[in-house]
């Protein structure tokens, strides 16, 4: 079979696009998804993602990491299905959709897309970090050194060593002035540091608020793909109002056989 694909980043996490209205991609096939965002022997990515038809949203989005198995929420993946939906002209300046933890609403201003993340209602302290659902399950730990702190090593450890088989995406932070933190994630799924995880910088936002550690209402970070802003509410113990906001775009088309 040759199928058309599109590429798509966000803040440099890269994901492989397809237009599945037809429901014509074999979508049980983890075999398939792995080696499509095999950076060797496929195209090349972090995850896959699925852009369907949906009843009462403007669409579907199903998100696969690049171990071939669907994964919870992604968030930079999120904003770069909302710059799809507008290349392919379903949607103009503001998208509503579906995605598999709950509907999310979203605006494009050019490249930036900001994307309205689900509430958090819980922060979970551990002895040198914090543990939240943000999307998708994140362990936000602050360090020192993070340009050399060893992200694969010292994620893999706690993904496997804390977390058992589930797992957790694991974000290392390091506060650069008062409202700006820099981030290093290892993504489960992935198994691997990628350069951007938009989950991830959004529960590190969380994170750091929580701690006292940011005063207003936003953060703005630097992961080492590019630059992102979490906006927030915060009130009564809960997070609402969540937006992740950042550039996403596409990068190339093309066809694939197998
Ligand atoms: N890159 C993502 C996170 C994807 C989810 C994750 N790897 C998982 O299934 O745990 C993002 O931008 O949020």
Not at 10 to 32: A, H, Q, S, Y
Not at 125 to 147: D, E, I, M
Not at 207 to 226: D, P, R
Request: net charge negative.
């Amino acid at each position: 079979m040759t199928a058309t694909f599109f590429k798509y980043q966000g803040t440099g996490n890269d994901f492989v696009m397809i237009d599945n209205r037809t429901l014509f991609f074999p979508k049980e096939d983890n075999g398939l998804v792995a080696f499509l965002c095999h950076r060797r022997f496929g195209i090349g990515a972090d995850g896959l993602i699925l852009l369907e038809n949906d009843e009462s949203h403007d669409f579907r989005m199903v998100y696969y990491n690049a171990d071939g198995r669907e994964g919870s929420m992604c968030g930079n993946g999120g904003r770069c299905i909302v710059a799809f939906a507008k290349f392919l002209g379903i949607i103009e300046r503001k998208a509503k959709f579906i995605a598999v933890d709950g509907p999310h609403t979203a605006t494009v201003d050019g490249d930036i897309v900001s994307l309205k993340m689900q509430d958090v209602t819980e922060i979970k302290r551990k002895p040198s970090a914090l543990y939240l659902n943000t999307g998708s399950p994140h362990h936000v730990q602050l360090v020192s050194k993070l340009s050399t702190f060893n992200v694969a090593k010292e994620g893999a450890k706690l993904r496997y060593g804390i977390y058992g088989e589930v797992g957790s995406n694991i974000n290392f932070v390091e506060q650069e002035s008062e409202d700006t933190f820099n981030v290093r994630t290892y993504e489960r799924g992935v198994e691997d540091e990628t350069l951007s995880c938009g989950t991830g910088v959004t529960a590190v936002a969380l994170a750091m608020h929580e701690l006292g550690k940011i005063k207003s209402n936003y953060a703005h970070i630097n992961a080492v793909g590019g630059k992102l802003k979490i906006e927030f509410e915060f009130s009564e113990g809960s997070y609402g109002q969540i937006h992740l906001i950042g550039e996403a775009k596409q990068v190339f088309k093309g066809e694939i056989t197998w």
